[in-house]
């Protein structure tokens, strides 16, 4: 089985999200966010990040991607209710659509 990791990192000095294989300098840098692919699409085939915010369909509710350590699983948390959380499979399952990240909004 393969699959595909990628990463994108969003640069806090130029305010924007870099899509590139390699950085230039140390991806330790303190103005630099990585964020990994997390192997799934929205509805309409954009990739999904780490950090992406997703939006439900049908409901229009909000949740954000995050890698879940202890499920060792990609997790999203909605926006209105941090205590409550989905695996990113059954979220993109129910037509969500990625609408924006934690850092571009």
């Not at 806090?12 to 950085?23: F, Q």
């Not at 300098?25 to 915010?53: A, K, L």
């Not at 997703?54 to 205590?83: G, P």
Request: aromatic share 14%; with cysteine.
């Amino acid at each position: 089985m393969s699959r595909e990791i990628k990463f994108r990192f969003y640069d806090k000095l130029l305010l924007k999200m870099i899509y590139r294989e390699l950085l230039p300098y140390d991806n330790e840098h303190p103005n630099i966010e990585v964020m990994q692919f997390t192997g799934r699409r929205d509805v309409n085939g954009v990739e999904v990040y780490e950090g992406d915010v997703i939006e439900n369909c049908n409901t229009k509710e909000l949740q954000t991607v995050y890698w879940n350590n202890e499920k060792s699983a990609w997790y999203c948390k909605y926006n209105d209710d941090n205590r409550y959380i989905v695996s990113l499979s059954d979220s993109i399952d129910n037509l969500n659509e990625v609408v924006g990240n934690i850092f571009e909004k």
